[in-house]
């Protein structure tokens, strides 16, 4: 989460409803034991991040996926549930630059041990964990 954070401070797009929104995501997604893809109702999430819109809601959850913070992939069917799969942030330190920079991690599909380590300059690629 510190290193989630260190993100949000240098990311001037997320407002108090984005962070809620995915803080609201993590809660669900430590609950299930950091397992991807998460199935989840609009409702239950936003009752958890104190969303009262709709709009706000899905305006929120589509700039997350976006941004990449996370990969959003809607249902429109009640029964199902959107799916959303988090990602794991790291920090790292470039050394031609020198400086430091969160980036995603996406495990290998053959192995859970391993993980690939994706460039996050501008476009977080989609990290996805295997399903138990």
């Known amino acids: 989460m510190n ?8 990311d001037e797009r997320l407002y108090p409803s984005h962070i ?5 995501l993590f809660q669900i997604w430590n ?4 397992r991807n893809p998460l199935s989840v109702a609009r409702s239950e999430l936003m009752k958890l991040s104190k969303i009262g819109s709709n709009n706000t809601y899905a305006k929120c959850l589509k700039e997350l996926d976006r ?3 996370l990969e959003y992939i809607p249902s429109h069917d ?18 031609t630059t020198d ?13 859970s041990k391993q993980s ?3 460039n996050n300059d501008s476009n977080l690629k989609k990290n996805y964990d295997e399903p138990l």
């Open 99 to 111: 400086t430091t920079t969160a980036t995603a991690l996406r495990p290998y599909i053959n192995s």
């Open 31 to 34: 609950s299930n034991r950091f």
């Open 3 to 10: 290193k989630w954070f260190a993100k949000v401070q240098a």
């Open 78 to 95: 009640p029964i199902k549930g959107s799916k959303v799969y988090m990602f794991t942030f790291d920090t790292t330190t470039k050394t």
């Open 116 to 118: 690939k380590q994706v």
């Open 67 to 69: 941004w990449g913070y």
């Open 20 to 24: 809620s929104l995915y803080l609201a």
